[in-house]
């Protein structure tokens, strides 16, 4: 890609057309640094989520409900620092789209369906620990693996029409709400019926079901905890059931940190993205959307800190152990 060398002429995205935006002034070094910046954040958001996929994929101990989840959730971390992460990274740059229209509307409709299932399986986790925690004698009958998929896979679907359904009924069928734009520009101007709508499907709805869901899984899990405190004081035996509810209650612990970061990033870019258009909240709209990208790549690290088998299935997988036979069927919790 070009940069610029005159500090005070005036450069085009597109210079032999009339309409075309104004390319904004970078240096040689800036250009570097951030390129390479953004090239290692995409590099290490595809490495780190492919262990989690080629780790729940491969062992077979990891085949449970819970990780189907943590796998979608990897997939769709992936796919964003493979395909959203550089590409709204070379527009950040250049400030230029210099892919065209068309693709320009794709890119949207990827942009909100990875963002859109990412929200949707923290639900789902949300969900699954609820019943994992408050209903343990329930949980193997109420979530299998066949109930998970098939939630999954209802989420992607679902997640996949309502976006495609929302940008190209703004982006080429409501001319009310479409400012001059330049050749060069890729954005989206959504009608306020659409912002509503979207405000309450994907941002109060998630977020009131997850918020809930957790307040009471933290509420019972106290009361687990006094209950196998006084039990311990007293002197009789912990049974199997109180360490597998300790199991449970930590991964309920592990996902609700998942679920509060993204929270964090997730409702200051919401809240400012429905306020207004100015330049100040341009600016501070792109640098919360990248902290919700750079979420991606921080999912596996929280995994790394709380998970053992995640630990020892990366050490396998590096060691390339994963490569002998019958390695699926090792006891990743063991090591």
């Not at 500090?7 to 390319?23: G, L, M, R, W």
């Not at 997939?75 to 789209?97: F, H, S, Y």
């Not at 995994?303 to 490569?323: D, G, M, P, R």
Request: with cysteine.
């Amino acid at each position: 890609m070009a940069y610029e060398t005159e500090k005070h002429e005036t450069k085009y995205c597109f210079p032999a057309i009339n309409s075309s935006c104004i390319k904004g002034k970078r240096s040689r070094h800036e250009y570097n640094i951030m390129y390479v910046f953004f090239s290692l954040l995409s590099a290490w958001t595809v490495f780190l989520n492919l262990l989690v996929i080629i780790s729940i994929s491969h062992f077979k101990k990891l085949h449970t409900p819970t990780n189907l989840i943590i796998l979608s959730l990897a997939v769709a971390d992936l796919l964003i620092g493979l395909i959203v992460m550089p590409v709204d990274a070379i527009k950040l740059i250049e400030t230029c789209w210099y892919f065209g229209d068309t693709f320009c509307g794709l890119f949207m409709i990827i942009m909100g369906v990875l963002s859109s299932i990412s929200l949707s399986n923290l639900v789902l986790i949300a969900v699954d620990r609820y019943v994992a925690v408050c209903h343990p004698l329930l949980y193997p009958q109420k979530i299998t693996m066949t109930k998970t998929l098939v939630s999954i896979c209802l989420c992607w679907f679902f997640s996949s029409a309502y976006n495609t359904a929302i940008v190209i009924s703004n982006k080429y069928f409501d001319h009310s709400n479409r400012t001059d734009e330049c050749y060069g520009a890729c954005t989206l101007t959504v009608s306020f019926t659409c912002r509503v709508i979207d405000a309450i499907y994907s941002f109060l709805l998630p977020c009131s079901v997850m918020i809930t869901a957790y307040l009471r899984i933290f509420y019972v899990v106290n009361q687990q905890v006094k209950v196998i405190n006084s039990m311990m004081k007293s002197g009789k035996c912990v049974k199997e059931g109180s360490v597998r509810r300790k199991s449970e209650r930590k991964a309920a612990l592990t996902l609700g940190i998942i679920v509060t970061v993204y929270l964090l990033c997730l409702i200051p870019y919401y809240i400012l993205s429905l306020t207004g258009t100015t330049v100040n909240s341009f600016t501070t709209i792109t640098f919360l959307l990248w902290t919700l990208y750079i979420n991606s790549g921080l999912n596996p690290l929280i995994y790394a800190l709380f998970y053992s088998w995640f630990k020892i299935s990366v050490k396998h997988i590096l060691t390339l152990k994963i490569l002998k036979p019958e390695s699926s069927l090792m006891d990743i919790f063991t090591g």
